[in-house]
C-alpha cells in the first residue's frame, strides 16, 4: 500500500481531545500511514491565540505521545506569515509527496467554511479532503450546504482505482469540546479534566496558560519567544 499521510493542522490553543478525535477517525477511515499535527502559525480566519507557538507545539508534541505514526511538525510555526492550507500543502509537495499521498483532515464545522479560503477551488487539487463529523455538524449535510462540490464528497474506503483528489466524508463520534470553551473554563478556574490529554492538562497548568493575568499581558508571554519556532485554524 502507498503511504498515505494525514495532515491536520489548527490553532490548537490548546489541543483537545475533540482534535484527536477527528485525526483518529481519518485514521482509521483511510488507512493513514502517518499523521502530520501542524500547530499554525497566524491562522488567516481566527484571532491571534493566546498561548505561544512554543507552548501550542509542547501541547500538540504531548497529546500524540503514544500513537505510532502521529508527529508534531514546526512547517507553519517556522514561517512568520499568516498559516495558509495551500502553502502548507504545496511545502509537502515540494518534499516530493504526491496530491494522492496527502489527506487534509478537518472537521465539518471548519469545511464548511472552505469557500472563502485562499486559493479555493484550486486547493482541493493538492490533496485529498478528510471531513470528519463535529457536534452540531454531521458530514451527511455538506452535500446540501456545498452544492458546487457534491460532486467530489465520498464515503470511505479509498478506491485505489479513484482518479484525482476527493472529499471524503467521515461520520464518527468526536468529543463535543471546543478550544474556546476550554480557555474559558481555565480563566474562570473551572476543571478541564476529561477535555484535553493528561499531559497537555498538566502542561497548561504548570504553565499557568489561560489564566488571568496582569492587563495587557497574555500567559504566553512567560515562554521565552526565542523557543516558539499559524495553517488554516480548526479549534
Do not use: C, K
Request: glycine share 8%; no cysteine.
Amino acid at each position: 500500500m502507498s503511504r498515505r499521510i494525514g495532515i491536520l493542522g489548527g490553532s490548537f490553543d490548546p489541543i483537545h481531545n475533540g482534535h484527536l478525535d477527528v485525526g483518529e477517525a481519518a485514521e482509521q477511515a483511510l488507512a493513514l500511514t502517518q499523521v502530520r499535527v501542524i500547530p499554525s502559525h497566524i491562522p488567516p480566519h481566527r484571532q491571534e491565540p493566546m498561548a505561544s507557538g512554543f507552548h501550542r507545539f509542547a501541547m500538540a508534541a504531548l497529546a500524540v505521545v503514544g500513537r505510532p505514526g502521529w508527529r508534531v511538525a514546526d512547517v507553519e510555526l517556522r514561517v512568520g506569515a499568516p498559516s495558509y492550507t495551500s502553502a502548507t500543502l504545496q511545502r509537502f509537495r515540494e518534499l516530493g509527496h504526491a496530491p494522492s499521498d496527502l489527506f487534509f483532515v478537518i472537521g465539518a464545522d471548519a469545511f464548511s467554511d472552505i469557500e472563502s479560503w485562499r486559493d479555493y477551488p484550486d486547493i482541493l487539487d493538492a490533496a485529498h479532503f478528510a471531513v470528519v463529523s463535529r457536534p452540531g455538524w454531521p458530514v451527511n449535510e455538506l452535500p446540501a450546504r456545498l452544492p458546487r462540490l457534491a460532486s467530489r464528497m465520498v464515503h470511505p474506503p479509498l478506491d485505489a482505482a479513484a482518479a484525482g483528489t476527493l472529499i471524503f466524508l467521515i461520520d464518527a463520534p468526536t468529543a463535543d469540546v471546543s478550544s474556546t470553551a476550554i480557555r474559558q473554563r481555565l480563566a474562570e478556574g473551572q476543571p478541564i479534566a476529561g477535555l484535553v490529554p493528561r499531559g497537555v492538562q498538566q502542561h497548561i497548568e504548570q504553565h499557568g496558560l489561560y489564566t488571568s493575568t496582569a492587563p495587557g499581558r497574555r500567559p504566553s508571554d512567560a515562554a521565552p519567544a526565542q523557543q516558539a519556532g499559524r495553517l488554516h485554524g480548526q479549534d
